[in-house]
């Protein structure tokens, strides 16, 4: 986990507000995710980047953005925050040339609460 | 069909008991399924995967079972301890060395007690 770190870990924001989730990586990986998991929904994914100039969206992309700043750091944005987005957030990374095929290494997770 | 359907929600187990958590699946494409680990406060982990071409993986204490012609597969966990307490998801995707989007499953909570 210390090699995918997330920011914040926990935030409270209200409605309408526009938040920034953001996630880096040492590991050195091209490929970056973020997934929301609510209790008995399992992980979801939002966003996925398989390199700097590749963004696509994920199954429940409605009502977020992404930002690929570098190979390391993938950011994810909330616009306008509405109460349905409260929910936990993880951003992962995965290494296309080796290791376990599709095996994904998970951040410790962001906390988000909208009020 | 892209569904990874996964039970019991929620199991608890007796120290040194046997824990199954079953997944099924539609997508005869799926060619990879991996199980994660989930802690509480942390990031889902890798713990085992297995592919269509084999039955049965076993790593320690943990085994997958694959059924193919049924579409199910199930992680057991032999001699369960404490420590094995935890969130487990089953997941599952196609192409084994080139695909990057993996079907979760909702999870199950197992607790071991002492």
């Known amino acids: 986990d210390a090699d995918v770190t997330q920011t914040p870990r926990n935030r409270i924001t209200k409605t309408g507000k526009r938040i920034m989730l953001e996630c880096s990586q040492t590991k050195g990986h091209d490929r970056m995710y973020w997934y929301r998991q609510d209790p008995g929904l399992g992980l979801q994914l939002i966003y996925y980047s398989f390199d700097v100039k590749d963004i696509n969206k994920g199954e429940i992309s409605d009502g977020y953005s992404v930002s690929r700043q570098a190979q390391a750091k993938f950011s994810l944005s909330l616009e306008s925050a509405i109460p349905n987005q409260t929910a936990l957030y993880f951003c992962?990374?995965?290494?296309?040339?080796?290791?376990?095929?599709?095996?994904?290494?998970f951040g410790p997770g962001t906390r988000l609460t909208v009020l | 069909q892209q569904q990874v359907k996964q039970s019991p929600q929620s199991l608890i187990v007796q120290k040194g008991g046997i824990s199954i958590i079953n997944c099924a699946y539609e997508n005869t494409a799926f060619d990879y399924f991996p199980w994660y680990q989930q802690f509480p406060g942390k990031g889902p982990a890798l713990l085992i995967a297995i592919r269509p071409d084999v039955s049965e993986k076993k790593e320690g204490r943990f085994t997958i079972s694959f059924n193919k012609s049924a579409k199910q597969f199930s992680l057991h966990i032999m001699d369960s301890q404490p420590g094995d307490s935890a969130t487990y998801f089953c997941?599952?995707?196609?192409?084994?060395?080139?695909?990057?989007?993996?079907?979760w499953g909702a999870g199950t909570k197992l607790i071991i007690k002492p």
């Open positions: 997941a599952a995707t196609t192409g084994w060395d080139s695909n990057y989007q993996l079907i």
């Open positions: 992962a990374t995965s290494d296309s040339r080796g290791g376990a095929p599709n095996e994904q290494f």
